[in-house]
């Protein structure tokens, strides 16, 4: 059976560019890129090779450029290391809807005496920008506000954001993960502080990310040890790795056209035929500021995880807008952020899409969706007639 993979902003599969380009690091060019000789230094020459690649895509410069480990590790070196330069200044900015590296961080951040703001969004999912504003005070050590929603893919102003936190000379933040190589993104038009990426959701392997720091930030490293990245982060470098995210940069860059005129065309076709085929269903997060690639869509008076594991015997690969946490099932904060009622919340569906996929990806789930949801609603107590009448259960 085919895999039919609509689950992109979970990961990516690893370009085939991608691969060949890091095998050799894996293989015969094994050197310390930190190594006087000659072996070491061809290694180096690579890395910082991909290092340009990286900067390119971001419209920075490479001395921006720190290379971590992952999306969550750069998340929490911002917002650690802003903390740590303004020792005087005890208030987080951040929104109700951000991933976990962000959202876990502040919770703990606000339980050790931070005062932490989280911004609301509305029914669309939109950031409430005049809350956002008032809440800037002098106070205030760090925004940290996500470019890009990883469950909606609704895209928040975050360089407006930016510009009025840099007028009251307030450090800024964002979480790009979702973002980057799915919009244009140029740091040299902007005035944010920092920024995270992670390879994993742009066709390069898990267990690489970037921290973006523009030039005369205050920084402190999260890991303390060598020299590495200018000693702004210690441990010897994942060398096959960086060498995969730049190659997987340069791909981005190259597919940035076709993210929003391919992919989004694509995703149009899937929304579109979801909601001729199936009564009663809706899609989270506004149209109009939203990436190219993603579609949530709650199906009422059901469960996501039904949906899931019924799409799975025919290959389709998608995620669920509830998270099983001890035993029960919990619709996602973000949802609940925006005010999704929990009938609808427990039933959402994230299909998120790539350059990869196809029109026969998109048209399998409008074929194969809609007697999934008809099965699962015949079996609801909430769903009595099929005009879909509410049962009083
Ligand atoms: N931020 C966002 C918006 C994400 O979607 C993710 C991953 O899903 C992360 C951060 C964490 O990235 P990583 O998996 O590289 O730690």
Known sequence: MKTVYLDNNAT??????VVEEMLPYLGEYYGNPSSMHTFGGQVAHKVAEARLKIASLLGADPEEIIITSCGTESDNTAILSALANNPSKNHIITSRVEHPAVKVLCEGLARKGYRVTFIPVDPEGRLDMDEYAASLTPDTAIVSIMWANNETGVIFPVETAARLARERG????TDAVQAIGKIPVNMKGNTIDMLSLSGHKLHAPKGVGVLYVRKGTKFSPFLIGGHQEKGRRGGTENVPSIIALGKACELAAANLDKENTYVRELRDRLERGLLTAI????VNGTKDERLPNTLNISFEFIEGESILLLMDQFGICASSGSACTSGSLQPSHVLRAMGVPYTMAHGSVRFSLSVYNTAEDVDLVIKELPP??????????YWATPQGACATA
């Open 12 to 17: 990516t599969m690893v370009a085939r560019e």
């Open 170 to 173: 307030i450090l800024f933040h």
């Open 279 to 282: 009564p009663q269903c809706k």
């Open 372 to 381: 999934i949801i008809e099965k699962l609603r015949v079996l609801s107590p």
